[in-house]
């Protein structure tokens, strides 16, 4: 997979993004990931590319050309017609793990990072496929939430992590929180790793880990049974637990 970033500033983006899992990734072929610098694409003398908005108001709007420009550079570099354009904006839709899942699916795809009051709109209406967001509030650029999606997107990509299981265990990937970890040592302040963990026996180390996404749930993210419903099996469990699977639907 290929991810392309139109930025001010690739330089934060790559040092999050090239390092750990990703930047390994990357070095190792398994992952293409480029910065582009929106500035190398401006007309003007001094490398500017925002100007103050048409009917007055505060803050600064980046200009439509030397975006469409880095756009067409990244298209023709990689020989496409077309390559789906996301746009980072609090007006887009909320990301969520099948979202990642989603745009995962193309072979690339073209991240851009506003900056200031946002980027003109006549850009956005020709070569932006839709608008992301992070959640309901505002950043002061586009790159924390672009370095955000590019690595929830890349981890799914195959080659990125050592097998499926990486991140179909994970918490959310299938509506579920993750089990509970551990590790060494086998006693730390009093708390001792639940014996199950021990045993060996690899059905009942599963069902237990099941169960405890299940409960984790439920106690930290009830919302998550809106869109994935709870099974009858679900249900049967969480009232064995003591709890009541009515108070979620």
């Given at each position: 997979m290929r991810i392309d970033i139109l930025t001010l500033f690739p330089q934060s983006i790559e040092a999050f993004l090239g390092e750990s899992i990703i930047g390994r990734a990357r070095k190792a072929g398994k992952l293409e990931l480029h910065c582009h610098q929106i500035r190398d694409y401006t007309m003007h003398k001094q490398k500017q590319t925002d100007d103050y908005p048409y009917g007055g108001g505060f803050g600064m709007v980046m200009y439509a050309d030397p975006l469409y420009r880095a756009h067409q550079a990244v298209k023709e570099a990689c020989g496409k017609e077309h390559i789906h354009t996301v746009y980072m904006s609090p007006q887009g839709q909320v990301f969520d793990e099948d979202k990642a899942k989603e745009l995962a699916g193309y072979d690339q795809i073209m991240l851009v990072c506003g900056h200031y009051e946002g980027v003109d709109e006549r850009f956005l209406e020709e070569c932006v496929d839709e608008e992301i967001s992070l959640g309901n509030f505002v950043l002061t650029g586009g790159e924390i939430a672009a370095a955000a999606i590019a690595d929830a997107v890349a981890r799914l990509s195959p080659g990125v992590l050592r097998t499926e299981e990486c991140f179909t265990d994970e918490s959310i990937y299938d509506g579920r929180l993750e089990h509970p970890q551990y590790t060494r040592p086998e006693e730390w302040h009093g708390k001792k790793v639940p014996e199950v963990l021990f045993s060996g026996n690899h059905a009942e180390i599963?069902?237990?880990?099941?169960?405890?996404?299940?409960?984790?749930?439920?106690?930290?993210?009830?919302?998550?049974f809106e869109?994935?419903?709870?099974?009858?099996?679900?249900?049967?469990?969480?009232?064995?637990?003591?709890?009541?699977?009515?108070?979620?639907?």
């Open positions: 599963k069902k237990w880990r099941q169960k405890q996404g299940l409960y984790r749930t439920f106690d930290k993210r009830p919302d998550l869109e994935f419903p709870l099974s009858d099996e679900e249900r049967k469990l969480l009232r064995e637990s003591g709890r009541n699977p009515d108070e979620v639907e």
